[in-house]
């Protein structure tokens, strides 16, 4: 170093290094520069909500401690950059501005950044090149991984734990009795952030204030942090096998239905249930048919071959990203994963133009899956067949259920054929294998209504001296519920019409009511019983009926 005038760029700031040697006495009585430049580009990135921001301003107030206690002389200097130069800082705007301000002090740049340093090398700069302390970060927890292990949960104050075995078979292990420190686990997170920026495979999915996720290779790692989190967590997923279409044992009848006429897919699951590892299958079953194959993920972990191009959210948004891929005309999307309205809204834009489409949701249950398409008005239900026609289950990593949408007008299931004027267009949920139909979905007094169908006997269309099977005392009695502002509506079928029911929730009583002629109840819902069925419902209770004396 031919001088104790010392210039940083943003790489050596936010690793905090300097600080380190002020403290330890090595850079003690040195001037330190820091270009207008890195100032800029750090409140930029902290204004953003960015980790790496926050690093940096941190680094910067214990230089001004420092400073302040007359360890080192701090400047700041040069000029401040212009909004665009910020912005367009990957494209070495803002590092020619902090090697132009080395260069007329004729001081030494500091760098960590290998790029920055052949610059300045080249340009005649005195540079010293901070070789990074590599944690034993991504190596320790490659170890961490072994051919059964599902994820690995690093909590601060905790030891390292990892499930093992595989979806829906396994178990929550400690690897060590070692105690993680806050410490350990900062160096860990500063080390994967800079191994994703340095490698053309990895990148930073998402970067807030206490939470950052980072695709490093096949490892999906979600850091949090406080304020975010409680306390400091890394959780490293990789996926423990890849799968072709023939390992799942899928039926002649669903493998025809998959190639030829399904267009509109979701698949649905708990979480851990191996529904993202089937998505890659199918994404490449329908690549390998010679379709044009692509992804939309947040973050992009699927496992796919290099011909399926995967995509993430252009500035922030899925429907822009959804725009551009309407552009390179593929045959399948594959979206993963199906969260909030924008998402939802984004898939049906798709389909709607045309595209094969392959939803990956959240849910318990395949009915639970299609509610959540039409919840909030997601997808009008007239659309909802159109929209999507096949709904696959994971459970265990195996497909547990197939059930497949069709929309018909018709008198909804268990409603008398005298009231012709009650048909109406109902969207038929059937078990695919079987072909029976198992559940109705349609719009009645204005609400949407999902109704079970468990084999009600009712008229015959066309017969109209037939009547509805009535309800015998005691017998349970299959009810949906749905509530507005003003009324709680239970629906409960004409077979039961000017019947009084008990009503349950979780086997507790709640009320009791008469089913009018149209085969429902309505409750007010500033009454008691109205207010108490709706806290049952958003509490998520098992909402129950039967028939009374």
Do not use: C
């Not at 400091?232 to 002649?252: F, N, Q, W």
């Not at 699927?302 to 993430?312: E, F, G, P, R, W």
Request: proline share 4%; glycine share 8%.
């Amino acid at each position: 170093m031919t001088n104790n005038v010392v210039v940083l760029d943003t790489s050596v700031v936010v690793d905090g290094w300097v600080s380190q040697q002020v403290e330890s006495g090595e850079y003690k009585g040195y001037r330190i520069v820091i270009p207008n430049a890195v100032l800029a580009e750090i409140e930029h990135m902290a204004n953003q909500k960015r980790d790496i921001g926050r690093l940096g301003m941190n680094e910067l107030e214990r230089l001004r401690a420092l400073a302040e206690s007359g360890a080192i002389t701090l400047d700041f200097v040069g000029e401040r950059p212009t909004p665009e130069q910020i912005h367009g800082s990957h494209a070495g705007e803002l590092d020619a501005l902090v090697r132009d301000v080395a260069s007329k002090m004729n001081a030494t740049l500091v760098t960590s950044d290998s790029v920055q340093a052949a610059a300045g090398h080249v340009i005649g700069l005195d540079v010293v090149v901070i070789e990074k302390k590599r944690a034993p970060s991504i190596v320790t927890l490659e170890e961490f991984f072994d051919d059964r292990t599902m994820s690995v949960h690093l909590v601060e104050n905790n030891p390292p734990r990892a499930k093992r075995g595989e979806p829906g078979d396994w178990e929550l292990v400690d690897l060590s009795d070692h105690i993680l420190t806050y410490e350990e686990l900062e160096q860990l997170a500063n080390t994967i952030l800079e191994r994703a920026r340095q490698d053309r495979a990895s990148f930073v999915e998402i970067e807030e204030l206490g939470a950052t996720v980072v695709q490093l290779r096949n490892y999906r790692i979600a850091i949090a942090r406080p304020p975010f989190s409680d306390k400091m967590e890394i959780s490293a997923i990789r996926p423990i096998i890849k799968l072709d279409i023939d390992y799942y044992g899928l039926s002649p009848k669903l493998m025809n239905r998959l190639e030829t006429r399904a267009e509109g897919i979701l698949i649905s699951g708990s979480p851990g249930s191996g529904k993202s590892t089937f998505a890659a299958a199918l994404a490449e079953f329908y690549s390998k048919k010679g379709n044009v194959v692509k992804t939309l993920e947040q973050p992009r972990d699927l496992q796919v071959t290099d011909d399926i191009v995967q995509y993430a959210p252009l500035e922030g948004s899925m429907e822009k990203a959804a725009d551009v891929l309407l552009l390179v005309r593929p045959d399948y999307v594959v979206y993963d994963e199906l969260r909030k309205d924008a998402d939802f809204k984004a898939y049906a834009d798709l389909r709607s133009a045309g595209v094969g489409m392959v939803g990956v949701v959240h849910a318990g249950s395949a009915i639970d899956a299609i509610q959540r398409l039409i919840l909030g008005g997601r997808v009008e239900l007239g659309q909802l067949p159109s929209t999507v026609d096949t709904v696959l289950h994971v459970e265990a990593g195996r497909i547990a259920k197939v059930a497949s949408l069709s929309l018909k007008v018709k008198l909804p299931t268990g409603m008398s054929s005298q009231q012709r004027d009650l048909a109406r267009p109902v969207v038929e949920v059937r078990d695919f294998e079987r072909g029976v139909l198992e559940y109705e979905m349609f719009s009645f007094g204005g609400e949407k209504v999902v109704v079970p169908v468990r084999g009600e006997s009712r008229t015959v269309f066309g017969a109209p001296q037939a009547t509805v099977d009535r309800g015998t005392p005691g017998e349970n009695v299959p009810v949906s519920v749905s509530y507005s502002h003003k009324k709680v509506t239970l629906y409960a079928g004409r077979k039961y019409a000017k019947m009084r029911l008990d009503v349950f929730a979780n086997d507790q009583y709640i009320l009791a009511t008469v089913v009018g002629r149209n085969g429902e109840a309505s409750i007010r819902i500033k009454t008691r019983q109205g207010s108490a069925l709706v806290d049952a419902l958003e509490e998520g209770a098992t909402i129950t009926a039967k028939v009374t004396e």
